[in-house]
């Protein structure tokens, strides 16, 4: 079993930074790839990075060139990172860490879900 937990969520203004952490433990080994969520209120839920085995990542449009997403592992654990640079208040979401699995470019999180973090930017 999987589990997921995030943290870095907060309060920010518009230009600042924040960078979120999903710690994975539990069967890493399943799993090599690990993605990030969120959702808006009123919105759906759209993928907002990826990073695969081979660390190869990609990045929903809106982010490109602000967010970038990194992976640590150390043993048994693997820490997961979401630097979110120059912050808009559209950003403003609730963030999911998610472990999965890549089918050709598709990312699939089917390994398991963090608990969500509320990341919050003020105009």
């Known amino acids: 079993q999987v589990r997921l937990v995030e943290s870095g969520g907060g309060l920010v203004q518009a230009g600042e930074s924040l960078r979120l952490s999903c710690e994975i433990s539990g069967s890493i080994f399943i799993s090599n790839a690990a993605g990030w969520y969120r959702q808006a209120p009123g919105k759906q839920r759209e993928l907002v990075a990826t990073?695969?085995?081979?660390?190869?990542?990609?990045?929903e449009d809106s982010v490109k060139g602000r967010f970038t997403i990194t992976r640590d592992r150390d043993n048994a654990q693997v820490t997961v990172y979401l630097q979110m640079n120059s912050l808009k208040p559209e950003d403003t979401a609730v963030y999911y860490c998610?472990?999965?699995?890549?089918?050709?470019?598709?990312?699939?999180?089917?390994?398991?879900w963090g608990q969500g973090t509320q990341v919050t930017v003020s105009s």
């Open positions: 990073i695969s085995s081979t660390d190869r990542t990609n990045y």
């Open positions: 998610t472990a999965g699995t890549f089918t050709g470019t598709t990312y699939y999180p089917n390994v398991g």
